[in-house]
């Protein structure tokens, strides 16, 4: 970890929402962009990019002493590849609701 990553998860793990707002500001688009390289689509990116932090949220220890951005862009690839490979239905619902044709 470098020097912001361990004090920012520490706050997360306080309960910082603060906290959770700067991660989003310094890894959001990074995140963002490695899910819409893999599924080539802004919604399931963005939705991604939501699971990715909201994991950091509820589990902070799960990420204390690793390297913050790679850990986090491994889970949004991992993440992205199961969404292209196997969409939740809810998402299918989602998409389908949102299709022109409708």
């Known amino acids: 970890m470098v ?15 603060k906290a ?3 991660l989003r500001d310094r890894l959001g688009d990074s995140i963002f962009n490695r ?3 893999i599924t080539n ?6 939705f991604v990019t939501t699971g990715v932090l909201m994991r950091v949220w509820r589990c902070p220890a ?5 390297d913050l951005p790679a850990a986090l862009l491994s889970l949004a690839e991992q993440r992205a590849r199961e969404w292209r490979s196997d969409p ?7 998409l389908k609701q949102g299709a022109c044709d409708d």
């Open 41 to 46: 689509d802004r919604m399931v990116a963005t």
């Open 20 to 22: 959770l707002l700067e």
């Open 88 to 94: 939740p239905p809810v998402v299918l619902r989602l």
């Open 62 to 66: 799960d990420f204390a002493g690793r």
């Open 35 to 37: 899910a819409l390289l």
């Open 3 to 17: 020097g912001w990553e361990r004090p920012l998860v520490a706050r997360i793990a306080d309960g910082d929402e």
